[in-house]
């Protein structure tokens, strides 16, 4: 391994929400600024993420269903289903290499997480989810700001999309619009992408009737419009 390499892959481990999580390089490294996606699910569920802090009402049924799309090393799909152990809790991911480790992970914590190989929901049948989850490729090779070197250990496919990072998570919008299109229930979407790409995020999902809830960071919290 190149002395290059960040040092969670020298490790073979990466922290995330209070967790070790095995990393290798098929799998995008767990990041800090995308624990906020746990938060936002844990207040839709009920639950304050902050001690001494009062939970909010529950927006979410008492078993639900949520997806996690792209879901890599599963830090996402594992946390959730252990911080909020009454909801179903599914990882996708187009990679079987990436399942691997995920799969790994749910072992190694006790998490009861079941996972497809997707490209994100092409390949998903199961029962209309109250949550989807996604932090997709979105990095855009022509940004100027871009440290390519600091990412070159990392899997390209967890990484880049192309029409200027959009277009992974334009098109799970577009199956997400179809996914809940018979659901008279209230539904969620909460994604992570650069905040230079949430407005054309923002407007793209509500033309498609997925309306923009709230922005924390990295994280969109978006809602599926009531009709």
């Not at 020298?10 to 929400?17: C, E, R, S, T, V």
């Not at 207040?43 to 009402?57: D, E, R, T, V």
């Not at 990436?98 to 996972?115: C, S, T």
């Not at 390949?123 to 949550?131: C, I, K, L």
Request: proline fraction near 6%.
């Amino acid at each position: 391994m190149s002395e290059n390499w960040p040092e969670a892959y020298k490790k073979g481990y990466q922290d995330f929400y209070g967790r070790d999580f095995l990393v290798s390089p098929d799998v995008l490294i767990p990041r800090p600024e995308t624990e906020t996606i746990i938060d936002k699910v844990k207040l839709l569920a009920g639950q304050s993420y902050l001690p001494g802090i009062k939970a909010p009402a529950r927006s979410l049924p008492e078993n639900p269903l949520i997806l996690d799309v792209g879901t890599g090393s599963s830090c996402v799909a594992v946390t959730l289903k252990l911080e909020i152990p009454e909801a179903e809790v599914i990882g996708l991911d187009i990679s079987s290499k990436a399942l691997h480790i995920a799969r790994e992970n749910a072992e190694k914590l006790g998490a009861n997480v079941d996972f497809v190989q997707s490209d994100l929901l092409t390949n998903y049948h199961g029962r209309t989810p109250d949550v989807i989850v996604a932090n997709l490729p979105y990095v855009d090779r022509d940004w100027e700001w871009l440290d390519k070197e600091a990412l070159d250990a990392e899997p390209e496919l967890a990484l880049y999309a192309p029409d200027r990072g959009l277009s992974l998570i334009f098109k799970l919008i577009k199956q997400v619009k179809m996914l809940w299109k018979n659901s008279k229930d209230k539904k969620w979407l909460i994604l992570e992408a650069d905040p230079c790409q949430h407005e054309e995020i923002i407007k793209y999902a509500t033309e498609r009737g997925i309306s923009h809830v709230k922005t924390s960071g990295f994280i969109l919290t978006l809602c599926r419009l009531l009709e």
